[in-house]
């Protein structure tokens, strides 16, 4: 049935049947009772004065009598309304009223009843998917916990409770003093702050990682807290290993590069010295020393990788710095404010700047078009180095920063991570992004000392 047939059954009623038409015929009825009285009466007295007045006198109590006995069921009804109206407040739909007269409280009880069907439906529909939901929340592989604004545990599905509490039921306690209070600083500093982070949880005797989620929202106007933990210690450990294979790969495609050609050139030093051929030997030995200090230099690059110290910041002048490191790979220095200094550990970004100098020159930009520039504030110092080669493509902008990956037939892979590795260590950040007219430019964000790190509004100052 649609609105505006439940309107119409609603408002349209039978005029015979309803209450203005039962209080119009009773009124009519002790109408013409006063008035036979009243006929009666003067016929005997010829007073018509008297006749009126006693039809009067009995035609109006008899009309009030009649009237309250016509609206008691009408007033039962109304009370029946109230009572069921407060039964729903009380969130209980199962209160119908029984009535089939056709008046209009009568369709005002029906109507009522639909309602309360319609109602209790879709209880019965909310009930269910909130059935469902509890299901699939007790059968998640998240350890998921709701609290309250107390920090009470409202609820805590089966991963939950088989991560704190070996199962046992955990709604009503507290968060925070009942149920973590025995495990690692870094997961209860986690939840009072309300951050996401990586957390370590003890659990048959290992440690686990997990991340945790936090969300608040408000829920009937108090604030409450979702908490989702997902366990990651497989995950680590499968990227773990996968990052061993390609490491072991990497190491093993340098060493067979190095060493197969080093072994068949010692071969055939060997057959030229039996010929006494000196001169080739000599370019063959050369060629071997070619071969192993490059290998050096490799193995050297993962060393670096592997051990690298915390860094040891202090004020470094720019100007120095800069000036004596041109020497080396030829860029133009340019500085925001000549004299101006930052804070960094100064071996550690020397190595930084020569590995990023020294890619620009090997993309093939011009020398004299390579700039390095400084721009200082009272928060930190960025540091761009910029060159006029072909710049990167969407894959190698996106990789560059990961340790192994090189698009360079010859490369390691280590470079730009060790730059990576170095300038995360100082609390910096390190970006790269195609120049507008063709190049690269590399950003470096170092934190002035007491700083905040990683500060969102670092970016390049070259365009």
Same mark, same amino acid.
């Given at each position: 049935m649609n609105k505006a047939a439940a309107t119409d059954e609603t408002t349209r009623v039978n005029p015979a049947t309803s209450m203005q038409g039962r209080l119009l015929a009773i009124a009519m009825l002790c109408f013409v009772v006063a008035l036979a009285i009243a006929i009666a009466l003067y016929e005997r007295t010829s007073s018509a004065v008297l006749a009126v007045s006693v039809g009067l006198l009995v035609a109006i109590p008899a009309f009030g009598w009649a009237v309250r006995r016509a609206l008691e069921p009408t007033r039962a009804r109304i009370r029946a309304l109230v009572d069921s109206a407060d039964s729903l407040r009380d969130a209980d739909f199962s209160f119908t009223i029984a009535d089939h007269r056709d008046d209009?409280?009568?369709? =005002?009880?029906? *109507?009522y009843n639909r309602m309360v069907g319609t109602l209790r439906d879709e209880r019965q529909n909310l009930h269910q998917r909130e059935l469902m939901l509890d299901t699939v929340l007790q059968a998640s592989p998240l350890a998921l916990v709701l609290t309250n604004h107390n920090g009470h545990i409202i609820y805590a599905n089966a991963t939950a409770r088989a991560l704190f509490t070996a199962g046992r039921r955990m709604a009503g306690m507290h968060f925070l003093d009942d149920v973590v209070s025995d495990h690692s600083d870094s997961l209860k500093t986690a939840l009072v702050q309300g951050v996401d982070a990586m957390v370590t949880i003890e659990a048959d005797n290992?440690?686990?990682?997990?991340?945790?989620?936090? $969300?608040?929202?408000?829920? $009937?106007?108090?604030?409450?807290?979702?908490?989702l933990l997902k366990r990651l210690t497989q995950e680590l450990n499968?990227?773990?290993?996968?990052? %061993?294979?390609?490491?072991?790969?990497?190491?093993g495609h340098e060493l067979t590069n190095s060493l197969a050609p080093i072994s068949s050139l010692a071969h055939s030093a060997q057959l030229l010295m039996a010929r006494d051929d000196t001169q080739r030997v000599v370019e063959l030995l050369g060629t071997i020393e070619t071969r192993s200090a490059h290998l050096k230099r490799f193995s050297e690059g993962y060393s670096r990788f592997a051990k690298l110290p915390d860094p040891q910041r202090r004020?470094?002048? %720019?100007?120095?710095?800069?000036?004596?490191?041109s020497a080396l790979h030829p860029f133009d220095y340019r500085p925001d404010a000549p004299g101006s200094s930052g804070y960094a550990d100064p071996d550690q970004l020397e190595q930084v700047i020569i590995n990023l100098s020294k890619n620009a020159v090997e993309s093939g930009s011009d020398p004299e078009r390579i700039t390095i520039r400084v721009v200082g504030s009272n928060t930190g110092s960025l540091i761009t180095v910029a060159d006029r080669g072909p710049g990167m493509n969407d894959? *190698? =902008?996106? $990789?560059?920063?990961l340790p192994f990956y090189s698009t360079k037939r010859t490369g390691s892979g280590l470079g730009l991570s060790l730059c990576r590795e170095i300038v995360d260590a100082h609390g910096g950040r390190i970006t790269l992004r195609n120049r507008r007219e063709g190049g690269l430019a590399v950003s470096l964000w170092l934190p002035a000392a007491g700083a905040a790190a990683h500060p969102?509004? *670092?970016?390049? *100052?070259?365009?």
């Open positions: 209009e409280v009568g369709r =005002l009880v029906r *109507a290992d440690d686990e990682r997990y991340h945790l989620s936090c $969300n608040e929202f408000t829920l $009937n106007a108090r604030g409450h807290r979702l908490y499968r990227q773990e290993v996968a990052t %061993w294979k390609k490491v072991l790969r990497m190491i004020e470094i002048e %720019w100007d120095p710095f800069f000036t004596r490191l894959e *190698a =902008l996106t $990789n560059a920063l969102e509004s *670092a970016g390049s *100052a070259v365009a």
